[in-house]
């Protein structure tokens, strides 16, 4: 009877010392918006003809029962579209549902799904106006789960387990795919046919591997607990809108746009975001009538424009957008003419963010 009082205490400890791990698990909230990571085609053999943004959440978590050794997962429908369809109104409610879980005690770490379209741009919205050191990651596919050798699977399970990681804390928004940990501010997709499809120029901040994160470098530009911006304060967002450079370029695009009430211009110019001669005379107009300017880049592995180099900024007062592509420009314009229409702040913005 001794002996059996003894083993039944001992099994008794065994099963309190394992308690904390079960309990010690971070929760970690996935919120879904479709894309092709809730994609689904009729063949495994079509990796590229499907549809996105069929499958829901659930069904994605139950999909990978090893997300449970990680962290106590749940999912939330937010939307369930392509990501070519976000507007401004779906990023800022967006934004406003990851603020929220972020101020939950409850909530450790937010995961995002997202078509990968616009991925790019949903991570560096959220890294300019969510304030938290909570790991929030963006993560998408490029097969659909229905496809042979899809990526979705390991891509989610890798964001969930960076997003239930004391060591993401505070490094403001990533997007994982590929195995790779890119800053979200950096991150674009760069081709759409491969599943290394998401590059930084400036390289990944780390890696993960078999639930493991390796840093190498970390953000330099100020992001979510540093940022000067904070979705609590934004219910809307300026009209900005892009006009593309190239050869033979007229004026047409960028004076319709400003007719149709754009508060700024991304112009996604060539090279170092040169303007041509025969556009010149349109900006400068636009920039008389108040319309912010605003030189990018369309080169696609990375583009920098300088100040005053190939065109006298100073003199024309416009932006240049330093090293973001078109569609980030868009985004930390719109969030910055939140605050200020100053174009000296705008320019300090676009160093600093
Ligand atoms: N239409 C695309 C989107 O939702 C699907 C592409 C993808 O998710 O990879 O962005």
């Not at 990681?165 to 759409?192: H, I, P, Q």
């Not at 007229?250 to 041509?276: E, M, P, Q």
């Not at 636009?286 to 369309?298: E, F, K, P, W």
């Not at 416009?318 to 930390?332: G, M, S």
Request: glycine share 8%; hydrophobic share 45%; charged share 20%.
């Amino acid at each position: 009877m001794n002996r059996f009082i003894s083993r039944c205490l001992l099994v008794a400890a065994g099963f309190l010392a394992a308690l904390p791990a079960f309990a010690a698990k971070p929760n970690v909230v996935i919120l879904a918006t479709g894309g092709t990571i809730a994609g689904a085609g009729a063949d495994v053999a079509k990796s590229a003809t499907y549809q996105a943004a069929k499958v829901p959440v659930d069904k994605l978590i139950a999909g990978i029962p090893t997300l449970a050794d990680v962290a106590q997962v749940r999912g939330e429908q937010v939307f369930q579209i392509a990501s070519e369809s976000f507007t401004n109104e779906h990023l800022l409610k967006l934004a406003k549902r990851v603020a929220a879980l972020a101020k939950q005690a409850d909530v450790d770490g937010i995961v995002i799904t997202h078509g990968t379209d616009t991925l790019e741009e949903t991570a560096y919205f959220l890294n300019l106006v969510v304030h938290t050191a909570k790991p929030i990651v963006v993560v998408g596919s490029m097969r659909p789960g229905t496809a042979m050798s899809a990526d979705g699977m390991l891509n989610l399970a890798n964001a969930v387990s960076v997003a239930a990681s004391a060591d993401a804390r505070g490094k403001g928004v990533l997007v994982t795919m590929n195995d790779e940990l890119n800053s979200g501010r950096d991150v674009s997709k760069m081709v759409n046919i491969k599943t290394e499809a998401f590059k930084s120029p400036w390289g990944p901040l780390g890696m993960v591997v078999e639930g493991k994160n390796y840093w190498f470098r970390l953000p330099a530009k100020r992001h979510t607990v540093d940022s000067e911006f904070d979705i609590e304060k934004i219910d809307t967002l300026p009209a900005v809108e892009i006009a593309y450079g190239h050869g033979n370029v007229g004026d047409t695009a960028y004076r319709a746009l400003a007719a149709k009430g754009a508060k700024a211009i991304i112009h996604a110019g060539t090279g170092n975001g040169s303007v041509a001669a025969n556009v010149v005379p349109a900006l400068r107009d636009l920039r008389g009538q108040g319309v912010q300017i605003i030189r990018s880049s369309h080169v696609n592995a990375g583009g920098f424009v300088l100040r005053n180099a190939e065109q006298p900024d100073d003199k024309y007062d416009w932006l240049v957008a330093h090293d973001l592509n078109p569609q980030k420009a868009r985004i930390l314009a719109a969030v910055a003419m939140t605050k200020t229409q100053d174009s000296k702040e705008l320019q300090r913005i676009f160093w600093e963010y």
